[in-house]
T-cell receptor
């Protein structure tokens, strides 16, 4: 089973709202990722958690706040977003750095976010 | 120059044709190569991954890597309308980062 689940599938929020995106995997993976994808563009890395610790932040604005409560869960807290933040937000997971160069990322279906 | 170049297409072929999708890269440090398929408004689905130069086959799909030319390909045989999607090549840079191509939009016409 290589399934990564994400909720909600769709989210519409105003610029003053606070919302959260959730991601879950039960593959025993120890690395989890958040990506942002705009239409007709490849995914852009936002954050990486390795063994529940934030290891990479790709200079993402503070209005995006990631959280990794345990090895199976990953959240992305959203606050005071802008309309240009509307995109498909993808979660991915992989075995982690111990898998070495062949570490492979598996993606969830994404949350389509619209900011009004 | 982008690290990974991929023709965005769109590419349209008749059902049953052999499809060739390609990426070139400039960083010789890339060692691990993946192809993802992404249907409209869905997440990328891992199709194939390969570590070494040469060919790797899985059903109707063949992934080919030529490290000397810094060139990778994905071949789809007996293409089906259900293969219509965007195909993304991806390569490992560093411990946890992937570098993606722009994606090629493919349409298989019945």
């Amino acid at each position: 089973d290589t399934e990564v689940t994400q909720t909600p599938k769709h989210l519409v929020m105003g610029m003053t709202n606070k919302k959260s995106l959730k991601c879950e995997q039960h593959m025993g993976h120890r690395a989890m990722y958040w990506y942002k994808q705009k239409a007709k563009k490849p995914p852009e890395l936002m954050f990486v958690y390795s063994y529940e610790k934030l290891s990479i932040n790709e200079s993402v604005p503070s209005r995006f706040s990631p959280e990794c409560p345990n090895s199976s869960l990953l959240n992305l807290h959203l606050h005071a977003l802008q309309p240009e933040d509307s995109a498909l937000y993808l979660c991915a997971s992989s075995q982690g750095i111990l898998a070495g160069v062949t570490d492979t990322q598996y993606f969830g279906p994404g949350t389509r976010l619209t900011v009004l | 120059q982008k690290e990974v170049e991929q023709d965005p297409g769109p590419l349209s072929v008749p059902e049953g044709a052999i499809v060739s999708l390609n990426c070139t890269y400039s960083n010789s440090a890339f060692q691990y190569f993946m192809w993802y398929r992404q249907y409209s408004r869905k997440g990328p689905e891992l199709l194939m991954y390969t570590y070494s130069s040469g060919n790797k086959e899985d059903g109707r799909f063949t992934a080919q890597v030529d490290k000397s030319s810094k060139y990778i390909s994905l071949f789809i045989r007996d293409s089906q309308p259900s293969d219509s999607a965007t195909y993304l090549c991806a390569m490992r840079r560093g411990a946890q980062k992937l570098v993606f191509g722009q994606g090629t939009r493919l349409t298989i016409n019945p």
